[in-house]
């Protein structure tokens, strides 16, 4: 239920929040009509990108340390490939953050 409320409120912050990135003047408004679709877009796809690479890592640093708690002596084993997990989640993300710096200049 917890996570239900976060995920709740973050859609909310996202939602809300871009609302300021779309003002524009109203000769522009004509020019680029489908420019805030392509904004709404690369914002909606930076806002799932780094919500879905948080809870990813934060599963995994969860589950390497009840794993390091559990056998201290396994801590070596389980750092490397912690790291290299955590690396590949939030690789993820950058690239979600190039294909919306890709749409972004489309506007």
């Not at 930076?46 to 995994?60: F, K, P, S, V, Y």
């Not at 559990?70 to 939030?90: D, F, Q, T």
């Amino acid at each position: 239920m917890k996570m239900f409320r976060v995920l709740v409120l973050a859609v909310a912050v996202l939602c809300l929040g871009t609302s300021f990135a779309f003002a524009s003047d109203a000769a522009d408004a004509g020019a680029k009509s489908s420019g805030g679709l392509i904004a709404l877009g690369a914002g909606l796809a930076i806002g799932i990108a780094a919500l879905g690479g948080a809870l990813g890592q934060g599963r995994a640093v969860t589950a390497a340390l009840e794993g390091i708690a559990r056998n201290p002596g396994a801590s070596g084993k389980v750092l490397v490939p912690m790291i290299l997990g955590l690396a590949l989640i939030e690789s993820l993300v950058i690239y979600a953050l190039i294909i919306a710096f890709g749409l972004s200049s489309k506007v």
